[in-house]
Structures are given as C-alpha cells and as structure tokens.
Nanobody, 125 residues
C-alpha cells in the first residue's frame, strides 16, 4: 500500500524557517514525482512545489520561488520542503502528494492519486 506521511510542521514567527518531511513507503520511490500542496482555512488547496522522478527537476509556485526548496533523499525515500522567510500568509496545512505512476508534476490537485494526512504550519506575525 502506497503511503505518504508528512511531519515537521509547527508554530514559527514571521521570518523564521521550517523543514517539512514527506516519508514515502509501499512503492518504488524513484518512479514517482512528489509534490507539496497547502490549504489554508476557507481556501482551495494550492500547489507549492514538485520534484520530478525522471531528472530531479524542481518546480515552484511563484510565491514559493526563492523562499522554499524541495529536495529528495532517495536512500530514505523522503522528500523535504525547506521553507525560509516564512510569512503569516504561509499558514496552512501542508500536504505531500504523488500522481499515478508515469504521470508528471502538475499544479492541479485532482491529478494526484496519493496524499498524506497533512501537517499544520502556523506563522505568527
């Protein structure tokens, strides 16, 4: 059974940093792209970043570019999201997700088949 488990969320002051982890199990990690999404209260789930399993290419939403970094540790089957210079508007539940086998990174949530349970990130002003 394919499983994604996020961790690393918490409460941080504006300008601070957090590193989220997404531990994958139950599938061949190297075969799947992994993305991060977030959802704030009352808002739609939005795409944050994605890393490609084919070439390691990384992609970012405009608001994440330059502040967030996605990386993978293939030995540990884990994807990280390093978030720096956090802002109150970054407050949300952060999810990692994977599309079906052979599908590519996408910013559309419905393109993803597997989801973690989410981890809360709260940025205070």
């Amino acid at each position: 059974e394919m499983r994604l488990v996020e961790s690393g969320g918490g409460l941080v002051q504006a300008g601070g940093s957090l590193r989220l982890s997404c531990a994958a199990s139950g599938f061949t990690f190297d075969d799947y792209d992994i993305a991060w999404f977030r959802q704030a209260p009352g808002k739609d789930r939005e795409w944050v970043s994605c890393t490609s399993s084919i070439d390691g290419e990384t992609y970012y939403a405009d608001y994440a570019e330059g502040r967030f970094t996605i990386s993978s540790d293939h030995a540990r089957s884990t994807v990280f999201l390093q978030m720096n210079s956090l802002k109150p508007e970054d407050t949300a539940v952060y999810y990692c997700a994977s599309p079906p086998l052979d599908a590519d990174c996408s910013w559309v949530p419905s393109d993803y088949q597997y989801w973690g349970q989410g981890t809360q990130v709260t940025v205070s002003s």
